[in-house]
């Protein structure tokens, strides 16, 4: 396991590179001049003049590159116009915010899409399977920009339960009960339909797992049915299941974009969309190249997670 | 056709027929302001609808929005499926170098969140209903490459492509009239599936005001639009998100009709998962309560409505050998599984009979009456050591879970006695073998596992299936000769499946032959295969070389 670890942390470097090379190209393909591209159509000669020199403007790409890169490892990601502020605090500001709605709606997708998976599995060809099926069905084909409207009209209007935005900070003066109840509609869109189709593709692997030999074998040993079902079936059913949930934390990294602009929530999504809209060229690439590189982190975690359960990969 | 798919291809017609004729329907015009009518109710005059808070018709938005997101996510799909093909077929053609180039590139785009690179491109070519579907095209491109590859990957190896190579044909030629036809099919089905997503993130770009501009709108800039008035007309914003949930929902329901239809393996899938034990179609007991310790009466077993035992009976007692012979299909596994209802259920259903084992009535025993004979008093040795071993867990883990489920051995207290067993079982030192996982042994020792497990709680019934089908000579006589130890020691009954005449001569008192579910012939073994009197026994026992 430890020869491997070392391996994949190695490996992390040359994909790490190649993904800032991929957000590096995409702002170097930017039509026109990029010094004018990243200070904004008011920016003075003087400042442009430095900026030039700065970021290797007037050299080849690849020395362009070499001292884009240089600033990052240095933690600086440039200054954002728009906001007249240092990238890099304002996307570290905005991350926490970001990672606590989507970690919630990850573990809810993990909780809701595999509980529901296993349970359309074990009641195959019933009502409970039927009805979930449609359901999942119609939690793929929602968007969930219209389902955030329509919890907020639901849960925030109509029955006044919840708040449908305005949390400013995740470090205000709220406290945790604040924090949880500015999380509630967020995090249920944010999760539908990840959970749809994590329990959509669970009840596949569940169904293949409890007709496999060993699930005889466990019952024919006289185990309680739950040590059955969760210590043998579940368990070897989540295995496969594993990437197709880190894959699914990038679709929430994804989607936070939506539910983040419905909900006016201060995380790196919203910031994302308004650096587009107000062309703010430093800041676009910051948060996403912060975004970018926690995922690739995050596969990574995965697969050794998989390893670490299935020792049949440990070869 | 079913009710479902037909109402699904009506809507997509309905809403492809309205997006294609919007310009002719009797409508008014959707850019069209009124500042006097401004948000109109439904069924207004001249407007079915109502109308928006500049006064526009908002029926005739709502026709023209799904004309324009109709149109941008066919494009996305149509531009994803193009590159994306086209890098796929080359890769999986050429393979080598320029596989390994066109993957790892693909690679690097699906290091990103989904959407998040969708953005970056945005970000780059500047917001736009034309920039969005490209960026959301180009995110796709993985999708549609990765699918295409694997597929041209297969046929570039078949000797149809491999003949026209060699007949001296272009690649180019090759690739148009050898590869692409079949690959063809591969790439409608994908695009057809990936249709939805493309139109929910055109629409998701626009609602995020990064897609079309106004005056310009889809559906995904109309729900942006009447989000500002939420609180005051929600319907404003909530049908365009309907009509984009009814099309997706369509696409999808669709989709999965026909891939239901077009595998295979799906259309004969059985009807549910197996439950915890075999179901009991009207049971009844008319066996006494004393005497043998297994009696089986008149057992019938069906899967889907199909017999397979049909009304086998015959007794076992303590220390006798019984063996189940007959070829394969002929009911012999399904009769052993259901002494202690271990037939897969469903497909599988006990529809009469009865089963007494040591004074219990077997089919209509509760749950944990079952679970208190099975692995205790009733244990078996499985055929296919391959994958009758949970593939996770160490041999400790499979071998203790049965001696703590029956007789509350702690976890140190059973991995001891885990230890003895797989010593007594050939696996020594136990040690070396404990924390070790299935995988990491031969079958021959998974099969050793399996006997181990059998024997951990002294069963006074093992009913063996093939048990030593998959070891060699010597180890197979090893394990038969334990079995046969425990059996004079411990007065252990054994129900013997195999198909070796051989081995049964060796070890079974008695014998039954099964054929076709149907227990043609019964008695004592040296009577059985000396004389046999039904011609499939005759035949069964002149085929043996060994007799």
Redesign the interface.
């Given at each position: 396991m430890l020869p491997y670890l070392v391996r994949r942390l190695l490996l992390l470097i040359p994909i790490l590179l190649g993904v800032s090379l991929v957000v590096f190209l995409l702002m170097a393909l930017i039509p026109g001049d990029t010094a004018q591209a990243i200070l904004g159509p008011f920016a003075n000669e003087e400042n442009l003049t430095a900026l030039r020199a700065e970021m290797a403007l007037d050299r080849p790409l690849p020395a362009q590159y070499a001292a884009w890169l240089g600033n990052i490892l240095q933690g600086d990601l440039g200054t954002a116009h728009s906001l007249s502020r240092p990238v890099a605090d304002e996307v570290f500001e905005r991350l926490g915010a970001t990672l606590l709605l989507a970690g919630t709606a990850f573990l809810l997708t993990c909780l809701l899409g595999l509980g529901a998976g296993a349970i359309m599995a074990l009641r195959q060809s019933t009502w409970v399977d039927r009805t979930l099926t449609f359901a999942v069905l119609a939690g793929i084909s929602t968007p969930s920009f219209a389902l955030g409207l329509v919890l907020v009209l639901l849960f925030a209007v109509w029955l006044p339960w919840f708040p449908a935005s305005g949390l400013y900070s995740v470090t205000g003066d709220g406290g945790a009960p604040d924090l949880l109840a500015h999380l509630a509609l967020p995090a249920l869109t944010l999760t539908l339909v990840t959970s749809a189709i994590v329990a959509r593709l669970m009840r596949g692997q569940m169904l293949e797992v409890l007709r496999q030999d060993f699930v005889r074998t466990a019952r024919a040993q006289g185990l309680p049915e739950r040590t059955v079902l969760f210590g043998h079936a579940f368990r070897n059913a989540l295995v496969p299941m594993i990437p197709v949930l880190a894959l699914q934390a990038g679709y929430l990294l994804g989607g936070a974009v939506y539910v983040e602009t419905i909900f006016a929530w201060p995380g790196i999504g919203r910031a994302i969309v308004a650096a587009i809209s107000t062309r703010d060229v430093l800041l676009a690439q910051g948060c996403i190249l912060v975004v970018a590189a926690g995922y690739v982190v995050l596969n990574l975690a995965a697969d050794v997670l998989q390893r670490w359960l299935d020792p049949r990969l440990d070869r | 056709m079913k009710l479902v798919p037909r109402i699904c291809i009506g809507v997509l017609v309905v809403a492809a027929l309205l997006a294609l004729f919007a310009p002719w329907l009797p409508l008014p015009d959707p850019a069209a302001t009124q500042l006097d009518r401004r948000l109109l109710p439904w069924f207004s005059e001249g407007h079915l609808l109502g109308t928006d808070l500049l006064g526009r018709d908002l029926l005739a938005r709502l026709v023209a929005g799904l004309r324009l997101s109709l149109a941008a996510a066919l494009a996305a799909t149509l531009l994803a499926l193009t590159v994306g093909s086209v890098l796929g077929i080359v890769a999986g053609y050429k393979g080598g170098r320029t596989d390994g180039v066109i993957m790892r590139a693909i690679d690097?785009?699906m290091?990103?969140?989904?959407?998040?690179?969708?953005?970056?491109?945005?970000?780059?070519l500047?917001?736009g209903l034309l920039n969005g579907l490209a960026a959301i095209a180009v995110v796709n491109i993985p999708f549609f490459a990765r699918t295409t590859r694997g597929v041209t990957l297969g046929l570039a190896r078949q000797s149809f492509v491999e003949a026209a190579r060699l007949s001296g044909r272009s690649h180019l030629g090759i690739l148009r009239h050898e590869i692409l036809p079949n690959v063809l099919p591969t790439i409608i089905v994908t695009g057809s599936t990936t249709f939805?997503w493309m139109l929910?993130e055109t629409?998701?770009l626009s609602?995020?005001?990064?897609g079309a501009q106004a005056p310009q709108a889809d559906l995904?800039s109309l729900?942006a639009d009447g989000?500002q008035l939420?609180?005051v007309a929600?319907g404003v914003?909530?049908l365009?998100?309907?009509v984009?949930?009814v099309l997706?929902?369509a696409?999808?329901?669709l989709g999965?009709h026909l891939r239901d239809r077009l595998d295979p393996r799906l259309r004969h899938a059985?009807?549910?998962?197996?439950g915890?034990?075999t179901t009991v179609i009207a049971p009844f007991s008319t066996l006494s309560t004393n005497k043998p310790l297994l009696h089986v009466d008149d057992l019938r077993v069906a899967f889907n409505d199909q017999p397979t035992v049909k009304g086998v009976g015959f007794t076992l007692e303590h220390g006798q050998t019984l063996g189940l012979v007959g070829e394969s299909g002929s009911g012999k596994s399904v009769t052993a599984l259901s002494l202690?209802r271990?037939v897969?259920s469903p497909p599988g259903v006990i529809t009469g009979g009865a089963i007494r084992f040591d004074g219990h009535d077997v089919l209509t025993a509760t749950?944990s009456q079952?679970?208190?004979?099975?692995?205790?008093r009733i244990?078996?040795i499985?055929q296919?050591p391959r994958?009758?071993?949970?593939?996770?867990l160490t041999l400790a883990a499979q071998v203790g879970?049965?001696l703590r489920?029956?007789q509350g051995l702690t976890a140190a207290e059973a991995r001891k006695r885990a230890a003895a067993l797989l010593e007594e079982v050939g696996l020594a030192p136990a040690a070396d073998y404990l924390d070790r996982?299935p995988?990491?042994l031969s079958g021959g020792q998974r099969q050793r596992v399996?006997i181990a497990?059998a024997l951990?709680n002294d069963a006074d019934l093992i009913g063996a299936d093939e048990p030593t089908t998959a070891l060699d000579a010597t180890v197979q006589k090893k394990v038969i000769d334990l079995l046969l130890d425990l059996q004079k020691k411990r007065g252990l009954a054994l129900l013997f499946i195999s198909h070796d005449l051989g081995v049964v001569k060796a070890v079974c008192h008695h014998l039954v032959v099964l054929r076709h579910g149907e227990l043609v012939e019964a008695g004592p073994t040296a009577e059985v295969l000396a004389n046999p009197q039904h011609p499939y026994a005759q035949a069964l026992v002149s085929k043996s070389p060994r007799l």
């Open positions: - | 690097f785009l290091a990103f969140p989904y959407l998040i690179l969708a953005l970056a491109i945005v970000a780059t500047g917001p939805g929910l629409a998701g609602f995020l005001g990064l995904g729900l989000r939420m609180l929600p914003a909530l365009p998100g309907l984009i949930l997706v929902l696409l999808n329901l999965d059985p009807a549910g998962a197996p915890a034990a202690a271990l897969a749950p079952l679970r208190a004979l099975r692995g205790r244990a078996y499985f296919n994958s009758t071993l949970n593939p996770l879970q049965t489920a029956h996982h995988h990491q399996v497990m951990a």
